[in-house]
């Protein structure tokens, strides 16, 4: 394990059962709330998984590690993703929070042995999505969004949810115009969540089933 990374999980020998450990790591940091969050978003991406004939095994891995650098503190994250040649934009230098996804993926491979690009790439872009995003990438971008981890139901859940029954891209659409509506109250515009709302907004785009 990198050594810029043993104060957050070097304690925690891993038992080979990625929702116990994850847990582990999560509660022991006190972060019970995402703890839980990612437990449901892993059971949903698998369901989703199997409904649009990706892979459940990855979704699930990716959903139960797409927050885990959650335990890492915003003031670092910057200087992580230098350290391991992670490009960091402006806009994310100034929010380190969004880094997060970033972060994850490779907390997923140094940590936790993930070697799957396909699995790396979904937690990588989980809140933002990208152009170009792959069956797995939006299967855990919708599962994270319609299991999200605040109080309450989402204000999109219900629209989310009739789209999901039929078309991931439509799923993705509901919620990156939900996204677009209220970027006038955003921090930051992220570029990903940019390019991916222009490609999926695009009359030409071939959507995915």
Known sequence: MHPQLQPYFAQFPLSGELGRDVT??????????????????????????????????????????????????????????????????????????????????????????????????AIGCHTTLKAGASLLDKIVFVADKIKWDQPGEPPYLAEIETAVTHSIDDACRVYLNYLWQQRDSLRYIHPWFLAAYEELSSPTYRRLP
């Open 24 to 121: 582990a790591v999560l509660t022991h940091h006190q972060l019970p709330i995402v703890a839980g969050h990612v437990s449901r978003v892993a059971q949903e991406a698998k369901r989703l998984a199997v409904q649009f004939g990706a892979d459940p095994i990855g979704e699930e891995t990716a959903g139960w590690l797409h927050d885990i650098s959650g335990v890492i503190p915003n003031a670092v994250r910057v200087d992580l993703c230098q350290t391991f040649n992670i490009p960091v934009l402006p806009g994310e230098a100034d929010f380190p929070m969004i880094l997060h996804q970033k972060l994850s993926a490779v907390v997923a491979r140094e940590v936790f042995g993930v070697t799957d690009t396909a699995v790396l790439s």
